[in-house]
């Protein structure tokens, strides 16, 4: 198992520790608050270090075995950080709006997927006979089900593993997840539940420079990961190539000897 250095001075320098205000906090994460300066709680990085690097080795054995994770943050500054980091790593994403049962109620979910790739097909098909309004109609619908969708278009079942940015905002994504008992790894910053998260993280989920990290360090245990599970492969078909080889040589071995021994009674009569 390999997974990042968490380095306590990146962290520092990306502002993981500046929490909330100290009037808009949450009294479950007054563990994890170091203490308050100008009204701002600041967050023990201690912390932050020791459940971020579990949370990365879940991470790490989640991808090892083959497992998805769906990642979900819709707010401005960590969308589109989202989308790419789920895009480079073969993983899913909600970064729009969380739709009311996209877990709970993955049959309507589906049904609008569908609908989503007939409208690709329609408004892409050159020969339609469709009226301008109409093809404008078309492409509105698609757009408005792609923001929502496009992320999870090829998810067939329930993920693995959720990863959370803000974990009051998603707070629908967190009841289905807990009603489904899927875990949940999420950032919780001083206004958050941590309670309901699995594998909760302390840190700032509002600055872009600590979403960056936060993106950094889980893209780069996922390709570790992923290059651990190349290298399973490329081993396990060497050994299969190997005893095939080994197999084909005994064989070879064993006719040889038959074939000495007819030889030999031809010999003797």
Known sequence: MTIPNINLKELVEAGVHFGHKSQRWNPKMSKY???????????????????????????????????????????????????????????YFVNHRWLGGMLTNWSTITKSIKKMKELEILKSNPDNEFTKKEVLKISNQYEKLVKSLRGISEMKKSPDLIFIIDTKLEHIAVSEANLLNIPIIGIVDTNCDPDKIDYPIPGNDDSRRSIDLYCSLIRETIISSNEKIDFQNVTSSNMKDDLEKQNTKSTEVADNGNDSKVMSNVNDN
């Open 33 to 91: 608050i170091h203490s308050t300066k100008e009204n701002i709680h600041i967050i023990n990085l201690n912390y932050t270090v020791q459940m971020m690097s579990e949370a990365l080795t879940v991470i790490d054995n989640v991808v090892s075995k083959g497992g998805k994770i769906l990642f979900v943050a819709t707010k401005k500054q960590a969308s589109n950080k989202i989308a790419d980091l789920a895009d480079e790593t073969n993983q």
